[in-house]
């Protein structure tokens, strides 16, 4: 990760009237969303469900009080979770003639302007200003510790589970040596001997003390520290920092809301915007019981509710309350037309389910949808590699979803980010925050959803919440399917259940058998391309 510091104002683009853009946009808000932009409290938390219109409400309110003088451009900093979001923000804020700090050379100065970033950017920043100010060495990060821990542990199986542990450690500002405990006190599933994390996590961190680099999570803690140690620095960053917003506030962890809470201070000018029902990363430490207590945690703190889907018809609204069942705090309520009902498909087996998926991604094609208008989600990766071979064998251009953060020079040189119009094929963590109009949602078993080692009722709760955002990313048109068999990696074709949740979905779809289709694989593909020619 390299985030640059700001320099200079990037304005306005050419040729818009930054005005009439933001007069369009607030006139085209709904009464609820005008409400949170004009709330005089600087104060205010956001629950704001899926396809509400969070993000454009967030910047459309920093925007209103920098124009009506409540707020400073120069003051204010908007914080995300992904670069893309954040680019997002700049480009919004710059359409309403809000100056927005530009890019200029690491440790350097913040220019004039709105600071919109990530918080792992707004940390690495602090710690470069500092290390600037008293003469130190600058930070150097590593972006992935999977390669150093794999180097230490040696098997990449174990690598990648201990890797999951560190940084659930991390994200709750513990160490190596309170890590084991806190895995008992908390009841967290681990699949690896707690001796063992431990062993590999005080190698890992003596490893980055020797090469003096910090991971991600360092920069976060590290960050938080100092702003406790040096109150001289933490007093220049809250002035610095006067008015505070977050959004996707359900995924922040106790190491990132302790940097919130110290860049704070003692002020209350902060708004944080967030779902509940979209919380789907506490597996990896996040928090999602923050948002409703934050309100008791920032004096004065005003709630505010955004309970419209802007995005996705009623009938997959209704499908994805079903999935969700009564763990929902509110109810969701779509303000679209009328669409098709959702469908729900059992298969014979993942081949038959891979197929049905094409033949459906066909018949959407022919009624006008782009290919990259459709994707194809699944619990895990492994899901998606029956349905990408079969994708690949028909001819239809496929990519997998870029990860968010993914820079741009970078997918220009990746194969599988480079077509444009292509079937995006992603995991139901990846396909957090994008959408679709048409989303096929594959594998839907029991042992897949909820996952197998999903077994306390916290962990459960988070998988419905999965399948939850998973569905919310059609826009129209949902497919649900499952397969009655599936052939494991080793081999051993098993018998399958259907997920525990999809028949709440099925009850408001329509649903049907498909069994497995001919085995003539030849035959089968040379229809499928006589279709794409016709």
């Not at 498909?345 to 197929?355: G, Q």
Request: proline fraction near 6%.
């Amino acid at each position: 990760m390299e985030p640059r510091e700001s320099a200079a104002v990037e304005p306005a683009s050419p040729g818009k009237a930054p005005d009439d853009a933001f007069e369009r946009a607030v006139a085209a808000l709904t009464q609820v969303q005008r409400r949170c932009v004009d709330a005089d409290n600087s104060a205010l938390c956001i629950v704001a469900g899926a396809g509400s219109g969070k993000t454009r409400v967030l910047t459309l309110r920093a925007a209103r009080r920098i124009r009506d003088g409540t707020a400073d451009a120069d003051h204010t900093a908007i914080w995300t979770f992904t670069r893309k979001a954040a680019n997002e923000l700049r480009q919004r804020l710059r359409l309403y003639g809000v100056a927005v700090s530009g890019p200029s050379a690491p440790g350097g100065t913040p220019g004039p302007g709105v600071r919109a970033g990530t918080l792992h950017q707004l940390a690495l920043a602090l710690l470069r200003r500092h290390a600037l100010d008293v003469g130190g060495p600058p930070p150097v990060v590593i972006e992935r510790r999977y390669r150093t821990v794999t180097a230490i542990v040696g098997d990449p199986i174990l690598a990648s589970a201990i890797d999951t542990e560190i940084g659930w450690s991390k994200a709750n500002c513990l160490g190596p040596g309170a890590y084991a405990e806190a895995v008992q006190s908390s009841g967290r599933p681990v699949s690896v001997p707690l001796d063992r994390v431990v062993e590999a996590f005080e190698a890992y961190q003596l490893s980055l003390t020797r090469r003096r680099v910090l991971d991600l999570d360092d920069v976060l803690i590290g960050a938080g520290d100092l702003l406790e140690r040096d109150i001289d620095f933490a007093e220049r960053v809250r002035w610095r920092y006067r008015h505070l917003s977050v959004d996707e506030f359900q995924d922040v962890n106790p190491t990132q809301f302790r940097l919130i809470q110290a860049l704070r201070g003692d002020r209350s000018d902060l708004c944080a915007v967030g779902d509940p029902d979209q919380a789907i990363f506490g597996w990896n430490g996040a928090d999602p019981g923050l948002i409703y207590r934050l309100p008791e945690l920032v004096p004065g703190m005003e709630v505010a509710r955004l309970g419209e889907n802007h995005r996705s018809t009623p009938q997959v609204v209704a499908a994805a309350s079903a999935a969700l069942g009564t763990t929902s705090a509110r109810s969701a309520r779509s303000v679209s037309t009328d669409g098709p009902l959702p469908e729900v498909t059992e298969y014979e087996d993942e081949i038959a389910e891979a197929r049905g998926v094409i033949a459906v991604l066909l018949d959407r094609s022919a009624d006008g949808l782009r290919w990259s208008d459709q994707a194809v989600l699944a619990r895990t990766n492994d899901q998606l590699t029956v349905v990408r071979q079969a994708l690949a064998d028909a001819g239809i251009p496929h990519r997998l979803a870029p990860d968010p953060d993914t820079p741009i020079d970078r997918r220009r040189y990746d194969p599988d980010l480079t077509t444009e119009d292509a079937v995006e094929l992603a995991t139901f963590h990846r396909a957090k925050g994008l959408e679709w109009t048409a989303v096929n949602v594959v594998g839907l078993e029991e042992g897949f959803v909820p996952i197998v080692y999903a077994q306390s009722v916290k962990a459960q709760a988070e998988e419905r919440r999965l399948l939850y955002v998973a569905i919310t990313r059609a826009s129209i048109h949902l497919h649900c399917s499952w397969a009655r068999n599936r052939t494991l990696a080793t081999g051993r074709q098993v018998e399958r259940q259907p997920s525990p949740w999809l028949s709440a979905v099925a009850g408001v779809a329509r649903t049907g058998t498909v069994r497995n289709p001919p085995r003539d694989t030849g035959r089968w593909i040379a229809e499928i391309r006589a279709t794409l020619n016709n």
